[in-house]
């Protein structure tokens, strides 16, 4: 664009923008220069981001300080606020070039540089999520005279949200690769030592904004944010992804401490079914041995030797052994409120069985209020359930659990038809035979990696004085496996006679579908069937009488 052209084009815009302020009478502080300040600016900087490649240094060395100096005048803030949208959009511009301009600059960049770099790139972020855009409205729907002749619209928009997303990958790369010899540092000085510097990789991962769960080391559940930021704005999430390969580390450490480190009369009482989750997640985590990369959305860590000689399966399978020793699976902590007048220090049961809460994500359920207000103790529920499931043939394939103020049942894993219907004869319950009666893990395997395309199903029941809330991931089988395993054949004698006049039931479905032979059955989230579907299908649907 020449210089005649791109003067005449601005003070065509100028004119128009003008024109609109002047008609807005309660507004009489707005300085026209501003207008034409801003719109040059966004225009200079919009060509910059379009030719940064074509632009040596020199040039951009030139552009840059003297958009931000131009920027830099506008102070009126009643005109800020009038023109947030494209003020905030075009500071975004500034910074996604000066963050581009110094990654081209870096030859070989130290932490002081990818500190530089990531402040340049957090202020490109920051204002333009403070843009509020939103391509249906404020770009498009508004129809801007202004807008249209700068060309602020949905196209720029989208192009600068790109632009910043594939910085910010590439940044991600080198944030992860300075750090990762300090992670292993740590490694290696908890291996010898026994000592565990969290704080430091914490530090380490907070100064270039990758978030580091320790909800290993605190036993609680891992919180995880929301995809979505910002779902009705066009925005870019703030802060940068931990590398996988990172993940391991931290999660490793954080396994070691709690099974060598960790008491068990510790206050925060272990929570195993956090624990082994958080063992299991840190396995599945974990690339076969002859993979030579962590590969993932933002960047690529060479496996390398560490991982080889450190993160193996030996060290896997050490680390498990060590976990069974300490906090035997079948061992399962008493919940607080079960210590209500108990005097002493705090000494776990191991033989109580607890339903995890909140529960494993279902394929489907629902809950019913006020259920039964006639059936008033534990056991008076309990036969009413053992009435309908031994009719329709669950006798002996009933599982019990303690949940806070209440009760869990659900079925051994049956086979089922698509339609939700169970198998017919033998079939049905060939996949939980066992001696004892106990869930057979070995009949499961046997019944359900030998069959080409089937699905299996366990429905689950909780008595508790308000629906149940459940977790945010799928359940796996491995999981529930567990589950069935450690259970009781029938309701806990303390249980009976508790009283609980007002309750809710929560019906739970857990439908695993197996596609082909060697496939492991994965949970049907598709929503075909719903839990009201299941119970009907089985013969089960007397028990939705809440009356």
């Known amino acids: 664009m020449s210089a005649r052209l791109l003067k005449s084009f601005l003070l065509s815009a100028f004119v128009l923008f003008l024109s609109s302020q002047l008609k807005a009478k309660d507004k009489p502080h707005v300085k026209t220069n501003d207008s034409l300040t801003l719109a040059q600016a966004y225009v200079n900087l919009t060509l910059t981001e379009k030719y940064f490649d074509t632009l040596s240094i020199g ?198 401490y709690v099974v060598k480190e960790k008491a068990i009369g510790d206050t925060n009482h272990i929570n195993l079914y956090n624990l082994y989750d958080s063992y299991r997640s840190f396995i599945r985590l974990l690339s076969p041995e002859d993979s030579l990369h962590f590969d993932y959305d933002d960047g690529i860590l060479p496996k390398g030797n560490f991982f080889r000689e450190e993160l193996n399966k030996s060290a896997c399978d050490s680390l498990y052994t060590l976990l069974q020793k300490k906090f035997p699976y079948e061992y399962f902590p008493v919940e607080p409120d079960m210590l209500a007048g108990a005097s002493g220090p705090y000494n776990p049961e191991p033989t109580k069985y607890y339903f995890p809460m909140p529960a494993p994500f279902p394929s489907a359920y629902l809950s019913t209020n006020n259920y039964k207000p006639g059936l008033r103790t534990m056991i008076q529920v309990d036969d009413y359930f053992k009435n309908i499931f031994n009719r329709k043939g669950y006798g002996g394939h009933l599982h019990y659990y303690y949940v806070q103020s209440g009760f869990a049942v659900i079925t051994s894993l049956e086979k089922i038809n698509k339609d939700g219907s169970p198998v017919s004869g033998s079939k049905r319950w060939s996949v939980s035979v ?111 009488n809440s009356r």
Not at 85 to 112: D, G
Not at 141 to 170: D, H, P, Q, V, W
Not at 467 to 493: C, E, F
Request: neutral net charge.
């Open 59 to 256: 040039r951009l060395n030139k552009i840059l300080p003297f958009e931000e100096s131009e920027l830099g005048s506008i102070t009126d803030t009643g005109f800020i606020a009038l023109n947030g949208t494209l003020y905030n959009f075009t500071y975004s511009l500034l910074y996604l070039n000066k963050a581009q301009l110094l990654f081209k600059t870096t030859t070989k960049p130290n932490r002081e540089a990818l500190l530089q770099w990531k402040q340049a790139l957090d202020m490109a972020i920051s204002h333009f999520n403070n843009a509020n855009i939103s391509s249906y409205y404020t770009v498009e729907k508004t129809k801007n005279s202004f807008y249209s002749l700068i060309a602020f619209n949905a196209e720029a928009c989208n192009l600068l949200n790109r632009n910043i997303e594939m910085l910010k990958g590439l940044f991600t790369r080198y944030f992860n690769k300075d750090i990762y010899p300090d992670f292993k540092r740590i490694f290696y000085e908890a291996k010898k030592a026994n000592k565990y510097y969290f704080d430091s990789l914490s530090y380490y991962t907070s100064m270039y904004g990758m978030p580091l769960s320790m909800h290993i080391k605190n036993n609680a559940p891992q919180y995880e944010e929301p995809e979505n930021y910002g779902p009705h704005n066009l925005s870019v999430k703030p802060g940068y992804n931990l590398s996988i390969a990172l993940n391991l580390i931290s999660q490793y450490l954080q396994l070691n």
């Open 434 to 544: 066992g001696g004892n009666g106990s869930f057979s893990l070995y009949e499961t395997f046997k019944s359900i990696f030998f069959a080409t395309e089937s699905d299996f199903r366990i429905i689950g029941l909780v008595i508790s004085p308000s629906a149940v809330a459940v977790q945010r991931n799928a359940a796996s089988i491995g999981a529930m496996q567990d589950l069935l395993t450690y259970s009781y054949p029938s309701l806990p004698a303390d249980l009976q006679n508790f009283s609980l006049p007002q309750k809710t039931l929560t019906v739970l479905i857990y439908d695993f579908h197996q596609s082909d032979i060697g496939k492991v059955p994965e949970l049907d989230v598709s929503k075909r069937l719903s839990a009201r579907n299941h119970l009907e299908k089985s013969g089960l649907g007397e028990l939705l």
